[in-house]
């Protein structure tokens, strides 16, 4: 999906204006993209209508190219319909709260379990029972109640030839009587949806009344996503979805189909085997690992507000001929100034992390920024023009006027040639949307 959406959006970046043709050529394409990340065909059709509407009578942000406004209205358009962000595990309910676990096989319903289990007595402070269900693997009631003992919550005891229905009624009860504030059941999977599995968790949730019933679905699912949340939701219902492996390289794209069979909310998302491997869910983090193109979105509307296009156009023009001297980058860091926080900004571009990590090293803050800003104040028009006839004597006269050292000199000089590098083979890779608004001016 990645690669051919960056294909589709590089090609509109090159046109001067984004025209109904260029926004239906982009979604016949975002369409085929969906549907190879296995997005369930009717809910890549709501969304591609969702997109054109949008997108048609949008007008084109001056300092924005037409591509970077049809990502934004995409990636908007994701992040709606994945919405909404961080709801959490719903509490609200008389104690002991019910939440039933749901999914296949290898899913990862007992280990979402230990995980919310873990999450519920530290971040909120309650009182958990971990009960399984699960009569169908051998060892899998002593998987929870080990997960238990690690998550430092209590588990069921567990006596044998019991059925789920009957577990979950002693379950109930021990919940009721301990005075525990959360009660989490764990069911058995089956390797695919089948009947007697599906009138088992009815039976049980008939019974335990569940406030909330968690739908865990891999990350790595594909179609299958559809298939099994349908199930579920017509049999049970959904109240929500725990995406698991989200750790792994699945683009996420089940998410989307998930959120529109069952209209329930993603509440977490899994990261890990470990317990504490477990984090909020984030509509705009996903869709940005659906297109595959980092925070280019907020990358824009900050462009947007604060830069100005023919001034960007002229460092492009410099970049192209390979003029861009010191005194570009100076101009650069002043606007990063206007743009606030540069750790934050860089977070939002794809493809930087070699040079953030240098900046973590050299703590690159805003005091460092004004600092920067000085020693090119102290160069001579010369020396900002060709930085290469800076050596030892000049290197030591810009310090004094700085009033920094030697190696902070240098290390402006580094990091300029560096950023100049980088930015050649950005442009390389086509990326010239980015570069004429001058954000890799760093
Ligand atoms: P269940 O059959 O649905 O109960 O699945 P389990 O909880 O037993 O998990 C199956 C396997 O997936 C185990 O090896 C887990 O450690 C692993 N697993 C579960 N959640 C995650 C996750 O978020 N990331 C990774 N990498 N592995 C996970
Ligand atoms: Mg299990």
């Known amino acids: 999906l990645s690669g051919r959406l960056t294909g589709i959006l590089d090609r509109l970046r090159r046109r001067g204006a984004l025209s109904e043709a260029d926004v239906a050529e982009a979604l016949r394409e975002v369409r085929v993209a969906l549907l190879e990340a296995d997005v369930a065909l009717p809910v890549v059709r709501s969304f591609i209508e969702d997109v054109r509407a949008k997108a048609v009578g949008e007008t084109v942000l001056r300092s924005v190219t037409p591509g970077q406004q049809v990502v934004k209205i995409v990636h908007d358009a994701l992040v709606a319909m994945l919405g909404p962000p961080a709801p959490g595990i719903d509490l609200n309910a008389p104690a002991p709260v019910v939440i039933l676990m749901l999914g296949l096989q290898g899913s990862g319903k007992t280990t979402s379990a230990g995980k919310i289990a873990l999450r519920l007595r530290t971040k909120d402070r309650k009182r958990v029972l971990l009960a399984s269900l699960d009569t169908q693997r051998p060892a899998a009631m002593e998987q929870l109640a080990t997960l238990a003992d690690r998550a430092g919550v209590m588990s069921l005891p567990i006596v044998p030839g019991q059925k ?7 379950a109930l009860g021990e919940a009721r009587q301990g005075g525990f504030d959360v009660l989490v059941l764990d069911t058995a999977g089956r390797l695919a949806i089948d009947e007697a599995l599906m009138a088992e968790v009815a039976e049980v949730a008939a019974v335990a009344r569940p406030h909330e019933k968690l739908l865990v679905v891999d990350a790595m699912t594909g179609q299958d996503a559809v298939t099994v949340a349908r199930a579920f939701h ?4 959904v109240t929500g979805i725990v995406m698991t492996r989200m750790d792994g390289d699945a683009r996420g794209g089940a998410a989307l189909s998930m959120r529109a069979v069952t209209g329930a909310p993603i509440r977490l998302i ?11 869910f984030h509509p705009e983090r996903v869709a940005g690992r659906i297109l595959g193109m980092g925070d280019v979105v907020s990358l824009v509307e900050k462009a947007a507000a604060t830069i100005e296009a023919e001034e960007a156009e002229k460092l492009a023009a410099k970049l192209q001929k390979g003029t861009f001297d010191l005194e570009d980058y100076r101009k650069q860091l002043a606007q990063i100034t206007k743009m606030g926080s540069l750790q934050g900004l860089l977070g939002m571009l794809p493809g930087v992390a070699k040079v953030k990590a240098q900046l973590a090293e050299a703590k690159l803050d805003d005091r460092i920024l004004k600092r920067q800003l000085a020693i090119i104040d102290s160069m001579t028009k010369a020396e900002r023009r060709k930085p290469e006839i800076i050596k030892a004597s000049r290197k030591r006269r810009i310090a004094a006027g700085a009033g920094v050292k030697v190696e902070d000199v240098n290390r402006l000089l580094k990091q300029f040639d560096d950023m100049t590098t980088m930015m050649k083979r950005m442009q390389k890779l086509g990326q010239k949307g980015l570069l004429r608004h001058g954000l890799f001016g760093l």
Do not use: F, N, T
């Not at 789920?164 to 002693?170: D, K, M, Q, S």
């Not at 899994?270 to 909020?280: C, N, R, Y």
């Open 164 to 170: 789920p229905v009957e577990i979950a009624r002693r």
């Open 234 to 237: 017509e049999k049970v219902g």
């Open 270 to 280: 899994g990261v890990g085997e470990k317990l504490d491997a477990l984090e909020d």
